[in-house]
């Protein structure tokens, strides 16, 4: 049984790569907060708006602890998932956990071309979204480098790109 565990900060790719190699292993691909999204009839950003972060993460918390019992998956986290109560030991201790690390630079410009809405990004000029994104991360790290495995998904811009990261994942997973 494996179970493969996809993190990492916002824009990253997590959803992106997760969806590619579910492609090719034919293993199930869930995401966190769509299936979060599926379970309570709301959007991440309807639950943030109207019971705030705090209560999200709690719902976070919960959802994690079903999807992270499936097996033969491929689960793309949210950007906060690992970073909050015992989550990332828990999360190591359920599978292989992925750190999709880049550069804030390469976040947000991945984070400008995506159209998700995230209410931790809202209403932020440009050179907030920088300054905010390079800060947050610093204090995310200690979390996602708790991960077993790394994946730098600092070129990861085009479909091309996708694959060559997808087959290093494989390799460094041993993944048939
Ligand atoms: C969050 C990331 C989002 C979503 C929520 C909070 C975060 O997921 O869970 O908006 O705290 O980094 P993505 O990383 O998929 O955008």
Not at 44 to 69: D, P, T
Not at 92 to 102: E, T
Not at 105 to 133: C, D, F, Q, S
Request: aromatic residues 10%; hydrophobic residues 40%; proline residues 3%.
């Amino acid at each position: 049984m494996r179970r493969i565990i996809l993190i990492g900060y916002m824009g990253s790719g997590k959803t992106t790569v997760g969806k590619a190699l579910s492609k090719e292993t034919g293993m199930m691909f869930y995401d966190l907060d769509w299936y979060i999204e599926s379970r309570m009839h709301k959007s991440v950003s309807q639950i943030f708006a109207e019971r705030g972060e705090e209560a999200f993460r709690k719902i976070e918390y919960n959802m994690l602890h079903e999807v992270a019992e499936f097996e033969d998956v491929i689960i793309s986290c949210g950007g906060g998932t690992p970073c909050f109560f015992d989550n990332i030991d828990y999360l190591n201790q359920q599978g292989d956990v992925v750190y999709l690390k880049a550069e804030p630079e390469t976040l947000y410009k991945h984070l400008l071309m995506g159209k998700v809405e995230r209410p931790l990004l809202k209403n932020k000029t440009p050179e907030e979204l920088i300054a905010y994104i390079t800060q947050h991360l610093k204090e995310r790290a200690p979390f996602y480098e708790k991960a077993r495995y790394t994946l730098d998904v600092t070129v990861l811009d085009d479909y091309d790109k996708i694959q060559v990261s997808v087959a290093t994942l494989r390799t460094l997973l041993k993944l048939s």
